[in-house]
């Protein structure tokens, strides 16, 4: 397992580096969400999800090409964060959700890793402007 990730097989988010950052809480989720913030990519995912596991690379990927002043990337354990998982009507992983200020704009499931990064470079390019 590796230090700070709740999922044990992926790595976790230095402290101010840019990448994935794991969400321990549904309180750092609010925080890390917030409407005064950029968008943000929640990527609800779980450690027994084989589908999940073949596509988080791909989100590591995206995000440290993507993620900074103008887009948030999240990964939400669906098994440690079961009643923010629900509250959000996450009912498969992986599972993705674009906000921005404060509301769900996009959701993604079942989309190949193309989906994603246009999904992605388009919220981040729409807030850059």
Excluded: I, N
């Amino acid at each position: 397992r590796l230090l700070g990730s709740p999922l044990g097989w992926l790595p976790s988010r230095a402290q101010g580096a840019r990448g994935v950052a794991d969400v321990a809480s549904e309180e750092e989720f609010k925080q890390l969400t917030t409407p005064e913030g950029p968008p943000s990519v929640a990527f609800y995912t779980a450690a027994w999800c084989s589908p999940c596991q073949e596509v988080a690379a791909h989100v590591d990927a995206l995000s440290a090409r993507l993620e900074g002043p103008h887009l948030r990337v999240l990964r939400v354990d669906v098994d440690a964060l079961a009643a923010l998982a629900k509250a959000h009507g996450v009912k498969a992983v992986p599972h993705f959700e674009v906000r921005r200020a404060g509301h769900v704009v996009e959701r993604l499931a079942g989309c190949g890793p193309e989906a994603l990064a246009e999904a992605m470079a388009r919220h981040a390019d729409s807030y850059a402007e």
